[in-house]
């Protein structure tokens, strides 16, 4: 079939007409007016042939004259890619040879550079992208524009936002033309000074109410062209999904539901890409027994881990409406950065979140509830926090003592599929409730010092002054890791060549084979494999599986030529300068408090003895998962041999309750496809807000009222780890795709300790998100590297190579352009 009229295309038929002529499709099954049209199918351009008879035979059918020429790629208009401006459109082609040219240069745009650059952005891999035409009346406009269902830039899905020109509307999706920009709310009156421009309130509302219907119709927020003729009838012109929205949280009303807040909350473990379904089951099953051991209903978990979009998050609301603690929540989540506290203070303005006892029934805690978790944590926590603060090295040696009794568990092998998923979880129920609440103490310790001498020191202490005293921090299994993958890269020197110009990717696949050399990687990896980017997501890979970024890493400590700036040199200087500078704040304090400075020098030494300390818990308990990892994966295979999966690796698409139903019998292939096909989706998204509300507010993307302070060469986050440092930027994504040169300034969404071997080299960091006592910024401090964290949008504000400097005391980031300024090259 080579043409076919616009009104008798239907769902199934969008790899024959393209994404833009199946949206047309369905605005005139929902009743809407589209100008009348036919659609060249895709079937012509794969003959790569015009069939001109038929077409100009349509176009007189079509009553001749203007039309207007439409790509409608069979990539184009989807869910997740808009296309928008990729591919052509012209306007006003009237005559039949204008009209065969018009449809060859849209066939022509299929293959532009700007296309194809689109769809490898977009990890679209379309073996042979196709191109239908769509063919339509022209409607003469007296105004014309783009309407969004919901606010593409504050995700707001009660917000209809409307960007409207006199005449042709290629002004605004151009970019050409100054607009009439409108945001309409969604319930109550017009704005007032909204009823100016080219759109009266009656057309205004007119479009919303349009707007609203076609959402209902075509299942989710959509991004509207239309017109308005000279008889002032409303036209469509195009509909497809807003592409950019972040995602509702699950079974959300946002228009009449209540009104909830939530907070971001992954990024604190370096998980930034989306979470596997198995990854969240596990996750939240481990805590739901955890709780129920220690007495506390698990169903609070449903509160504390809220999946969205594959990102954790936690629910805020109980805390912003509570009487007691409305006002100080602000301060409670400054810990995440001052852009989250921004954010939060914005929603407190918002009366929808005022003050109000909560209903009996949704109480998160009961008091009850709140007494059992108290008694099973604080007693215990604290004598031990106390003991280690008495006796640092004897609580080192008691938690090192856990690790080792973790590690020489024994595991049983379950009898069948089901049996294996079902003890799946139950694998971490003896480490999480034994072993690693003991190794907790110390660090609780070390916290408990650090804010003592913190208080003790208060009008004396300058910023940076307490980070400065945790650089270069010993007894760090993460520092001491990547310290042991330095050492196997000195003995993989004389394969530099090797190592440093083959792909990452390359090696890790020559390694499984057993294709390279034996530098001591292999006993690296029977030590530390159980790590990885992600790793607290069971369906995550780990260096064992996968150790790309191992090598990644290795190629950039392989470009280390002086001895000076050998990781070993750098870690002991940064223990010396932190010795230096606890000495130096003890000294300054005594001069005016003598006594408190004594007691804070003790206090800030007894946190160096134990705050290193505070990687182990982690490290501990990844040895059961990566159990559970396995026993998962044992019974994906069995499922994939009996023909329930396509893969091994399909059974981390789903949760552990669909995983049993797979062992008896179930067919769930269906459900892992669609489910892959979100992830991917989710795993391309470049930006995640860090609040949200239930109407898709990102709280965060409000716009600031506060003018900039620093001037517009200047980037402002949280200081995370005291240091001067300039360098190029380089901007990785993930771990296993960086090619650093000593002295690079790493820009990436998050960091985890998957991310700590490409550290020692580094000459800064800085992060979108994190927090301060997040896992990349303790090891970035004890490195004696400078950080800057919760830099909004730092990986699209910086570019590849320009040079920065960041000043991890400050928090700020100056921009320089591409070349090191003179007074910052190396000596």
């Known amino acids: 079939m080579d043409l076919i009229d ?69 990539a184009e208009d989807l869910p997740d890619a808009s296309f928008a401006g990729q591919q052509d459109t012209v306007l006003g082609v009237e005559g039949g040879d204008a009209l065969l040219a018009a449809i060859r240069r849209c066939w022509a745009s ?50 209809t936002v409307v960007d409207a020109v006199p005449g042709l509307g290629t002004g605004v999706v151009d970019g050409a033309t100054d607009t009439d920009h409108y945001v309409l709310p969604g319930r ?91 990854g969240v089951s596990v996750l939240r099953e481990t805590t739901r027994r955890w709780l129920r051991i220690i007495g506390v209903d698990g169903a609070v978990v449903d509160a504390f881990l809220v999946e969205i979009g594959g990102r954790l998050f936690t629910d805020l609301t109980g805390l912003v409406r509570s009487p ?23 929603v407190l303005d918002d009366p929808r979140y005022a003050p109000r006892p909560a209903p009996r029934g949704r109480r998160v805690f009961s008091a ?20 280690a603060l008495a006796r640092p090295a004897a609580a080192r040696e008691r938690a090192f003592r856990e690790l080792e009794r973790v590690r020489r568990q024994p595991w049983t092998e379950p009898v069948d599929t089901a049996s294996r998923i079902r003890s799946a979880a139950g694998l971490q129920d003896a480490t999480m409730t034994g072993p690693m609440m003991r190794s907790l103490p110390p660090l609780w310790a070390a916290l408990i010092a650090q804010g003592l001498a913190g208080r003790l020191l208060r009008g004396i202490l300058q910023p940076g002054d307490l ?42 696949v020559r390694f499984s ?75 300054r304090a005594g001069r005016t408090r003598p006594l408190r400075a004594r ?62 139903e797979a062992a008896r019998g179930t067919d769930l292939r269906a459900v892992v496809t669609g489910r892959r096909r979100e992830h991917g989706r989710e795993a391309r998204r470049r930006q995640v807000p860090g609040l949200l509300l239930s109407d898709g507010t990102n709280p965060m993307a409000l716009p600031d009222d506060d003018p900039a302070e620093h001037g517009p060469d200047v980037l402002v986050g949280q200081p995370a780890a005291t240091g001067v440092a300039t360098g190029p930027v380089r901007i990785v994504h993930h771990p296993s795709e960086a090619r650093l040169q000593p002295g690079d300034i790493l820009v990436a969404p998050t960091t985890d300790p998957g991310w700590t071997p490409l550290f020692l080299t580094l000459g800064g960091l800085i992060t979108e998100t994190g927090s301060t006592i997040a896992h990349g910024p303790t090891v970035a401090r004890e490195y004696g590297i400078p950080a800057v964290i919760c830099v909004a949008d730092a990986t699209t504000r910086l570019a590849e190579g320009q040079v920065v400097t960041i000043d991890g005391a400050t928090g700020l980031i100056r921009l320089h352009g591409t070349e090191v300024p003179p007074e910052h090259e190396p000596r």
């Open 6 to 74: 616009l009104a008798r295309i239907t769902p199934a038929m969008t790899e024959l007409v393209g994404g833009k002529a199946a949206g047309l499709g369905a605005l005139l099954r929902a009743g809407e007016r589209v100008p009348d049209g036919f659609c060249l199918t895709t079937e012509a351009h794969r003959r790569g042939t015009v069939p001109e008879r038929a077409v100009l035979a349509a176009y007189e059918h079509l009553g001749g004259g203007p039309v207007a020429v439409r790509s409608s790629a069979t």
């Open 599 to 660: 007691i804070a020098g003790v206090l800030l030494r007894r946190s160096r003895e134990l705050a290193g300390l505070r990687e182990l818990p982690k490290f501990l308990w990844l040895t059961p998962l990566a159990e559970v990892r396995r026993q998962l994966l044992t019974a994906g295979a069995e499922l994939t041999g009996r023909g329930l999966l396509e893969r091994t690796e399909d059974i981390m698409f789903l949760t552990l309750d669909e995983a049993l």
């Open 368 to 387: 009850g509830a709140t007494a059992r978790l108290l008694l099973a944590t604080v007693p215990a926590s604290l004598l031990g926090a106390l003991r």
């Open 513 to 587: 084979r057993g294709e390279l050399p034996e530098f001591g990687l292999t006993a690296f990896l029977r030590e530390y494999g159980i790590r990885g980017s992600a790793e607290i997501d069971a369906g995550s890979p780990r260096w064992a599986d996968d150790p790309t970024p191992v090598f990644a890493a290795l190629a950039g400590y392989l470009q280390v030529t002086d001895p000076e700036q050998a990781p070993p040199a750098r870690f002991a200087r940064a223990a010396e300068e932190a010795e230096a500078a606890l000495a130096d704040l003890v000294d």
């Open 324 to 346: 007691r603690l409305h006002s100080g929540v602000p301060e409670m989540v400054q810990v995440y950065g001052p852009a989250v506290a921004r954010g939060v203070r914005r």
């Open 110 to 159: 299929l293959n532009s550079e700007r296309a194809v650059a689109y769809r490898a952005a977009q990890g679209l891999e379309v073996e042979e992208p196709a191109m239908a035409v769509v063919v339509q009346r022209m409607v003469d406009p007296a105004a014309a524009g783009v309407m969004f269902t919901a606010n593409p830039l504050t995700g707001t899905r009660t917000e």
């Open 188 to 278: 109550g009156p017009l704005p007032g000074d909204q009823d100016h421009g080219c759109l009266s309130p009656d057309r205004l509302r007119e479009l919303q109410r349009t707007g609203q219907r076609v959402q209902r119709a075509l299942g989710g927020p959509q991004d509207i062209e239309f017109a308005y003729d000279a008889d002032g009838t409303l036209w469509l012109l195009q509909s497809r999904p807003i592409t950019t929205l972040f995602p509702l949280p699950a079974g959300t009303d946002p228009v009449h539901g209540d009104p909830r807040i939530y907070l971001e909350i992954g990024h604190m473990q370096g998980l930034r890409r989306p979470v596997t379904p198995m």
């Open 467 to 508: 980070n400065a005293t945790l650089r270069g921090m010993p007894h760090n299994v993460t520092t001491q890791m990547d310290l042991e993958l330095w050492s196997v890269a000195e003995a993989a020197r004389p394969h530099r060549e090797l190592l440093g110009g083959t792909a990452p990717d390359e090696l890790a």
